[in-house]
């Protein structure tokens, strides 16, 4: 699980900027009144938050929604429902046309936000409040697809055999490779880039756990490898 980037309280026609805290592991307070909201961005799309409480919460009519487009919020597809009074989880289904977009003193408030970077955003927003959660902890899911090697080597339109390393191989792309020794039908993370060919660099090699019995290698535009 990772951090969010921004977590923003909107209360009496201000934010007010909570992200430090979640850095510091510093309790804040949830929504107090109905018309408060929470702001959750991140600069990945995620598919649900854990929460640990140092007090339980009380709120009628959740709302749980995400920005397709600046001025437009749609519901989010929950899997599990949280109304924010016991240490949880909550999860939903990837939302579609999910937008990375800033939020500006147009939207979606006529305020200044804390900052104007771009992030995929959730809004959470209650109907009614009886009791005002205390937030200890707030850590997101990261959307993750998984893919295996076979899959990898025919989406890259590579021979047969890419996955035994061939130390002849030539490609005008920077390619970081793994190859999942398991086999083929065990689903492994998708873990590669494509670089620009006026680049000779390559993203930092990645170092497999010891267990996982894979091999890393990268093949380099200029023609070694």
Known sequence: ???????????????????????????????????????????????????????GGNYTGLKYEYIRREGELAYVPLIDSYGFDISKYC????????????????????????????????????AAVTGMAVISKIRLMPYASYTTPAKVAEFLQL???YFEYNSTTRFSLNVIGISALFGTSRKIPLIFALSRLSQGSCFPSFMPPAKSKMSVFRLDPRGSS
């Open 91 to 126: 999860r939903w289904n990837l939302p579609e046309n999910w937008a990375c977009l800033q939020l500006t003193n147009g939207f979606p408030y006529p305020i200044d936000p804390p900052d104007t970077v771009e992030r995929f955003w959730i809004k959470l927003s209650a």
């Open 1 to 55: 699980m990772i951090r969010p980037t921004a977590i923003w309280l909107y209360h009496a026609g201000a934010y007010t900027d909570l992200t430090n805290n979640v850095y510091t592991n510093t309790t804040f307070d949830f929504m107090s009144e109905a018309g408060d909201a929470i702001y959750i961005g991140s600069d990945r799309r995620f598919t649900g938050i854990y929460l640990e409480l140092a007090t």
């Open 159 to 161: 021979k047969k055999n």
